[in-house]
């Protein structure tokens, strides 16, 4: 075989081990990681100081207290939410009355889901971003020249009846588990939900709370296997969340940084808390007041970090727009209608380099 030949043949098993995910390419135990992954300079995370005398600054998000939310404290928290959604975009809820028995063990199970072996997880791959069950790597596989360095199960979940039988059948509770924390969850984020509305200043809007009933869920499981060369990629690129509200929980790993003052800052949430992100559609519902925050996601040379994102909005075929209580002369429309068909439309056509569909629905 000539040498052009082998090198082809190299490239191309490399093409195909990029496309298993960085699960298997840690299973074969790496010690640099494919050019495939290696971001531009500029692009890079800068972990500053190096990862083991890591200095990175945390930031401790708004704290959300729900078990004040029904109290004569409500229009104090209500206050907090409404700063927290204009200055960071995120905030931590405590005292959510979701069962940290649950949570560990929906992380539990994620964990055991990216352990089966390759062939099992291999079932779920699909390239179609529609498929309502998927398994997949870095953001967008189909499109991403510089490949980040996650595995990700996304799941549809409403209604459960109809897409629980479509989900993986292993790990075997692996149905049980995500049934149950969609039910939770999606209780949950009705009454963030209700609260964000009134918070706007919109007593009025049951409408959009009514709508919410037959919302969509969409769970992403995220795995990000420790790297050995961390500095030089992402778990996941800046990006922000299409949808109204996501509820991340995480394993105790940190990762997680948002940008602040221009700087990223890591995520140190409190124990048992959810961390919660305004999305595009909630920055289109408030005319721009919530702002929808670019995230991205660090990876370390020593632990395995689990992370499940619950992304919640109106229902796929629902239209997005600025609420039409906050419009005024003085306040007018900032941001075009937009659909879930839209969005997915924008991130199989293109490579944004921010991943940043908001941009493209803003009125100028
Ligand atoms: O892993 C995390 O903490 C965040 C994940 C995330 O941003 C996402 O799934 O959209
Ligand atoms: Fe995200």
Redesign the pocket.
């Known amino acids: 075989m000539s040498m052009a030949a082998e090198t082809e043949m190299e490239d191309s098993s490399l093409e195909d081990r990029h496309l298993k995910g960085v699960r298997h390419l840690h299973e074969s135990g790496i010690t640099r990681i494919p050019n495939k992954y290696i971001l531009p300079v500029c692009d890079r995370p800068n972990i500053k100081g190096g990862e083991r005398n890591n200095t990175q600054l945390k930031l401790k998000l708004p704290i959300i207290d729900l078990s004040q939310l029904h109290g004569p404290n409500r229009s104090r928290v209500l206050k907090s939410l409404a700063d927290a959604c204009e200055e960071y975009g995120f905030f931590q809820v405590i005292n959510h009355g979701i069962p940290c028995d649950l949570t560990r063990s929906m992380i539990d199970v994620g964990r055991r889901f990216f352990e089966l072996p390759f062939e099992e997880r291999a079932k779920y791959m699909s390239p179609d971003m529609f498929a309502p069950v998927r398994y997949g790597t870095s953001f967008n596989q189909n499109k991403d020249g510089v490949f980040c360095w996650r595995d990700?199960l996304k799941l549809y979940c409403q209604p459960v009846s109809r897409f629980c039988p479509q989900w993986p059948c292993e790990p075997s509770d692996l149905r049980q588990k995500v049934a149950s924390y969609t039910k939770e969850t999606n209780s949950l984020f009705i009454m963030l939900l209700k609260a964000v509305v009134e918070s706007l200043g919109l007593v009025d809007d049951d409408d959009i709370v009514k709508e919410f009933g037959d919302g969509s869920q969409l769970m992403?499981i995220?795995c990000?296997p420790s790297c050995p060369e961390p500095d030089l990629t992402l778990?996941?690129p800046p990006?922000s969340?299409y949808g109204f509200l996501?509820l991340?929980l995480?394993d105790g790993v940190l990762?997680?940084q948002i940008q602040s003052q221009g700087e990223w800052v890591t995520?140190d949430p409190l124990p048992n808390s959810f961390?919660v992100?305004v999305g595009d559609h909630l920055e289109i519902f408030s005319n721009g007041r919530y702002k929808s925050v670019l995230?991205?996601?660090l990876v370390n040379s020593s632990k395995t970090?689990i992370?499940v994102?619950s992304?919640h909005s109106l229902p796929f075929e629902s239209v997005v727009k600025p609420s039409s209580g906050l419009i005024t002369p003085q306040n007018p429309k900032r941001y075009k209608e937009t659909d879930f068909a839209a969005f997915l439309d924008y991130a199989s056509s293109c490579e944004p380099k921010k991943k940043n569909f908001i941009e493209s629905r803003r009125l100028t």
Request: without cysteine.
């Open positions: 990700f992403v995220n990000f778990g996941m990006h969340d996501t991340v995480q990762g997680l995520v961390v992100n995230h991205r996601v970090r992370s994102a992304l």
